[in-house]
């Protein structure tokens, strides 16, 4: 009977020990090693390197918004987006065309504990910051959102703007 107790107390303890994973949860992501950033051309640009950052664009999270919700961007930028998420929920922000984003909230909504990592996105728990480099080589209207579960829904969304760059043609008639 002893046996039997012992392996019913170790069968418990073991069982509470073993937690399911998800993915969407109040909690972070588990960090993975850091691996080479793959830098695959999307429609809206390319994932961008810390050394060629052009500027800085600080973005909050908060109450189912990003503040600021559209940015302006030149052709050939490299920005460095520092997202703080200041609300009581893990959020994300992840850049793409607005069909990208339908579809990937679409897949959110039916397998909301999937896992994704990109270098156009971030998970940000609540409290802290985040980042994302990004070179947007590519003018066009763009779109960021968060694609938790009913975050899209609500409107957790923003926009940018990249304008194509100037041809040069020399400094002539500017002042």
């Known amino acids: 009977m002893k046996t039997l107790k012992s392996i019913s107390l170790a069968l418990a303890l ?4 073993i937690t399911p994973a998800v993915a969407h949860s ?20 390319i994932a961008g390197d810390a050394k060629t950052v052009t500027r800085t664009v600080a973005i909050s999270m908060k109450e189912m918004r990003f503040t600021p919700e559209k940015i302006d961007v030149k052709q050939g930028e490299t920005i460095r987006f520092v997202i703080k998420n200041e609300g009581k929920l893990l959020h994300e922000l992840v850049i793409g065309t607005k069909k990208e984003l339908d579809e990937h909230a679409a897949m959110m909504v039916k397998f909301p504990t999937m896992e994704h990592d990109e270098p156009y996105m971030s998970h940000v728990s609540s409290g802290k910051t985040g980042e994302i480099i990004w070179t947007f080589n590519r003018p066009g209207n763009f779109d960021f959102a968060c694609l938790i ?4 829904q609500a409107g957790m969304v923003g926009k ?16």
């Open 14 to 17: 073991a069982s509470g020990a």
């Open 149 to 152: 579960a009913g975050h899209y």
């Open 26 to 45: 109040d909690k972070p992501h588990d960090k993975k090693p850091a691996a080479a950033v793959v830098k695959e051309q999307k429609a809206w640009g």
């Open 160 to 175: 940018i703007t990249v304008a194509a760059a100037e041809k040069s043609h020399g400094d002539h008639g500017k002042h």
